[in-house]
């Protein structure tokens, strides 16, 4: 069972970054493709970012291109999420997912998820 923990979120002001780590319990992680997805107040979640296991493949979502980054480093089981020029409207729970397939996370329906790290941004 991959358990997947989220670190690095807090409350920043707006054009401000923050980077967000998601660690995974097994040293399968290499073999799983990554996302990560947001969920605001009153809102659902929606997929932010994925990755595939060996970093070929990035997919984002339309409104954080430019601004957002994702990448792995699997020496360290650690998936980051690269957050730059921060809008209020990026606030939210940002919580990351594995996957087998690419696809299957992209679509929201990953295997394991983690409890998510809250970011705020301020205007």
């Known amino acids: 069972q991959v358990q997947l923990v989220e670190s690095g979120g807090g409350l920043v002001q707006a054009g401000g970054s923050l980077r967000l780590s998601c660690a995974a319990s097994?040293?399968?992680?290499?073999?799983?493709?990554m996302g990560w997805f947001r969920q605001a107040p009153g809102k659902e979640r929606e997929f932010v970012a994925a990755?595939?296991?060996?970093?070929?493949?990035?997919y984002y979502t339309d409104s954080v291109k430019g601004r957002f980054t994702i990448s792995r480093d699997n020496a360290k089981n650690t998936m980051y999420l690269q957050m730059n020029s921060l809008k209020p409207e990026d606030t939210a729970v940002y919580y990351c997912?594995?996957?087998?397939?690419?696809?299957?996370?992209?679509?929201?329906?990953?295997?394991?998820w983690g409890q998510g790290t809250q970011v705020t941004v301020s205007s």
């Open positions: 097994e040293r399968t992680f290499i073999n799983f493709a």
């Open positions: 997912a594995a996957g087998e397939q690419i696809s299957t996370v992209r679509r929201g329906t990953g295997d394991y």
């Open positions: 990755i595939s296991w060996i970093s070929a493949s990035t």
